[in-house]
């Protein structure tokens, strides 16, 4: 099995975050062979900081591939949603449209977002857990160092989820489980890798560094994503009351008036059999060790 390694990073408006991401993707021991930047109509100075950033660190991408593609979508705001995973797709599509021109194929594939600095040894590590283990199909770190402006609030990823925006898929999965534009497409794409007897997990040992979670969109967000994902609201309690005993009462409270919100207003829901499945027997399937 080869272990070539391309990962797509989409940004809007990023400029205060572009110089950490480079120099934690400079540091890295195993470097991606392809990297695809995505501007998503930035008006700040996101794409001048990313190319004299990378003309800084230009040593240590000597063998990686560095491709800025600017993007236009019919939403102008932040990359969410539905948003954000065509942001997504169309880094995808360039990758496969590189591997047709180059006669290259790419093992390995994942996303980083602009605000995530990877640990140095966070992608070694990771092609080493996917050598150690052909069924896992989707991993990530679980540790997240979350900043919070005035302090540093250390979280943890369910051990069978992998967050979107620091994620790597081994290619096989990615092709059977596919990926369709959608809300909370990470959490749906792992819920299909499950549900097609691939594995999905973070690892505890790795970590990265990011901002607060839903520092720019609030945690109603993730509420939302929830009721339109089929999540019983049994469970959406029990995620809320984790958030509340860790000391993010806010988030939590925001977490149960989203999925409240969406549920009151019938918002769409994601219409995929597998991951409807997944989401409605959680439990059950977490007791299966999946």
């Known amino acids: 099995m080869g272990n070539k390694l391309a990962i797509v990073t989409p940004a809007k408006n990023e400029a205060k975050n572009i110089q950490n991401l480079i120099q934690g993707m400079a540091s890295q021991t195993c470097k991606p062979d392809l990297w695809i930047f995505i501007n998503d109509g930035s008006t700040d100075d996101t794409v001048q900081i990313f190319e004299k950033e990378l003309d800084n660190h230009a040593s240590a991408f000597k063998n990686t591939i560095v ?9 102008k705001g932040y990359a969410l949603g539905p948003k954000y995973s065509r942001i997504i797709k169309f880094g995808l ?22 605000d995530v600095v990877p640990e140095k040894d966070y992608y070694r590590s990771l092609l ?19 900043d919070y402006g005035s302090e540093i609030i250390t979280s943890y990823v369910n051990r069978s989820f992998a967050p979107s925006g620091f994620r790597v898929w081994r290619r096989k999965c990615l092709d059977e489980t596919g990926y369709k534009i959608s809300v909370s497409q990470d959490a749906v794409s792992a819920a299909k890798a499950i549900m097609m007897d691939w594995k999905v997990r973070s690892f505890p040992d790795l970590e990265v560094r990011l901002r607060q979670r839903g520092a720019k969109f609030g945690y109603e967000y993730y509420g939302k994503s929830a009721y339109m994902r089929h999540v019983p609201y049994l469970y959406v309690w029990a995620g809320a009351a984790r958030m509340f005993l860790k000391g993010k009462k806010a988030d939590a409270r925001q977490y149960i008036n989203g999925y409240k919100e969406a549920s009151k207003q019938k918002v769409g829901r994601i219409d995929d059999p597998l991951a409807i499945k997944y989401f409605r027997h959680r439990f059950y399937y977490k007791l299966l060790g999946k």
């Not at 491709?67 to 019919?74: A, F, I, S, W």
């Not at 990758?95 to 602009?114: C, M, P, T, V």
């Not at 080493?128 to 990530?140: H, P, T, W, Y």
């Open 128 to 146: 080493e857990n996917f050598r150690k283990d052909s069924k896992l199909g989707i991993a990530s770190a679980a540790r997240q160092l979350e």
């Open 67 to 75: 491709l800025r593609v600017d993007y236009e979508d019919e939403e």
């Open 93 to 114: 599509e360039q990758i496969f449209d590189l591997e047709k021109k180059n006669k290259a194929d790419y093992n390995f594939i994942g996303i980083l977002d602009s």
